[in-house]
């Protein structure tokens, strides 16, 4: 039997397979970005859009195509500088210079889509970017902004109160406990402990090994060779990884092997646990799950959610 002839029945075969599913070179393009990312890049295009056809009236048309796309032959960099300074501070429907630039990656990114060169214009605007920035800056200290929107490290005595209280809940079965334990443990996101399966678990003398196989910094998998370790803590049981591993298995001991957390979007249901913490009450919206590994990392470099003073590794 000749190639041509096994050919057709392999295909079938192939074709046959449950689940299966063939990606083009688009589908794997897209892939190089999260789907959060792109579903980011996808609002920043829609808003840029609409903001087109809302202040360029009948001239509109022609900036698109008969999709209802971006017409980037038509379409210049100087448009886009006229939708950054509408929208910079002291305008009245104002977006945060990070908003802003993240408009400017989506608009990147579409170009790049169509297999088309960004404009050098696009890339270098540094300047008006600083001048966005300084202007933001100015508004928040004349309006009495906080002085930053960003989560905060999560200091160890708060995160020993939130240890106590996870543990005390009764209605998860030890989830938001095993989950806050094994994050602030392994210093990563909370994406990644959703995603951890029991195979990436493995004992290594008197610890525990657990592999993240994919981080955000690092999306191709290239971080998993090496186990993070997660140890007992006798003198502390209720922040102990080992404890918490002990509880949730009990409460669940039909748990077949896979996800250690299964289901899908298991970080957000932690998020939700975790905000309504009462030892968060007083900072409810300055601690995130993202605090969680601020917090970690910080405490583990100098004992405290404190930064050491540049002189103190010479005295």
Known sequence: MNASQTEPAARVVHDSVPGSTELDEEALKKASKAPSTQKAYRCC?????????????KKAGRLFDSSGGLNLSVFSPQ??????????????????????????SAL??????????????????????????????????????????VKQPLPFSTYADVCRSTLLRVDDGGFAHLFLITQWNMMCRSKEVADIHTSH???????IGCLLLKTKSHQDGNTGKEPRHLYANADSPTTCWITALAVYLA????????????????????????KTQPALACGEATYGTHSIRKGVATYACSGSVASLPATSPLL
């Open 251 to 274: 409460c669940h001991p039909t748990q077949p092997p896979g996800k250690l957390f299964p289901g899908n979007a298991q970080h957000e249901r932690f998020a939700s646990i975790f």
């Open 79 to 104: 448009c886009f500088v006229d939708f950054l300074v509408a929208h910079s501070a002291d305008k009245a429907t104002p977006l945060r210079p990070s908003t802003l630039s993240t408009y400017r």
């Open 201 to 207: 678990l493995s004992a290594n003398g008197d610890s």
């Open 108 to 149: 990147t990114d579409l170009y790049c889509q169509r297999g088309l060169t960004p404009p050098a214009r696009l890339k270098g605007m540094k300047r008006l970017f600083s001048g966005i920035k300084r202007k933001q800056a100015e508004k928040d200290l004349a309006d009495g902004a906080p002085p930053t929107t």
């Open 45 to 57: 295009i829609s808003g840029l859009s609409k903001w087109l056809h809302r202040t360029q009236g």
